[in-house]
């Protein structure tokens, strides 16, 4: 029997939640993300008011198409700043403000296209102007194509000196972005991370491995994606405040469940079949051992989206 096949089969039968939001207001098409108001299109994103098109976007306001972004107001195109205020297309800046085309600047002030500047202002491709000079000359700049403006801040880039890796207090870790993480190998975007490896937007996790968007207290799990306090999971998507789970989705405050969709508060459940504690393990076992025979164990199911399917996405 192909166990990968029945679990596709079992998928299809069950419904699954369209969009997944928490204690949001006047915001129907945003998907996890929780405790916001007035937003459109924003994707793990949380506490924020009035932003639009953005991913991972934390505590902001008046922002639009921000990505990785946290506690930012007033934002147009911009990645990975904090505490930014009325900047534009930006990127790695922190605790500044008017600030555009402009990349891994820190408590700088009006700004445009520079790099690598730190508690800066009036400064134009990196030259220094006085107040008047450089509003004065600023309305010449922004008056250049986008393609202009970022070809002299790429070459700009070229001949300033930037930070190899993002990150704070981390020891034994390898990545870009990370903070606070011990022993943890191939992981970006993650906080709180300890003997990890190849995690990527994960915080607070410890012993799990190819796992994304993982989240608060979570431990020794593999291959999962899109949870939230869980323990000891395998080949899961979307399960939260659960433990002991293998091939299974949209599972909520359960444990020891195998290919099991769309449950909240069961255990012991195989196919979404009841078993006792008892059966349950033998049963488990041997499912397992026909799919190591059959080489589908540790496979993930396929793709119901074609235009994935042709570049290799299972």
Sequence with gaps: MNYLKYMQELQFKHP?????????ENSPYVNYTGNSKNCYLLVGSEYDQDCYYGYFLYNSEDCVDCDYCFYCQLCYDCVDCHQCYDCRKCQDCKNSRSLQYSEDLIGCTDCFGCVGLRRKEYHIFNEKYDREKYFAALKGFQSLEGEEIERRVEALKC???RIMVHGDQNENAFGDYLYNCKNCFYCFDVKQLQDCGYMNNCEQITDSYDCSNNYYKSELNYEVMSAMNIANCHFCYGVFDSYDLEYSENIYGSHHLFGCFTMKGRSYCIFNEQYSPE???KKVAEIKALMRREGTYGKHL?????????????
Excluded: D
Excluded at 16 to 24: A, D, E, K, P
Excluded at 302 to 314: D, M, R, V
């Design 302 to 314: 396929t793709t119901t989206y074609p235009e994935l399917a042709i570049h290799g996405f299972s």
């Design 279 to 281: 059966e349950w393990p």
């Design 16 to 24: 699954r939640m369209s969009i997944l939001q928490v204690n949001c």
């Design 159 to 161: 001949t300033t000196p």
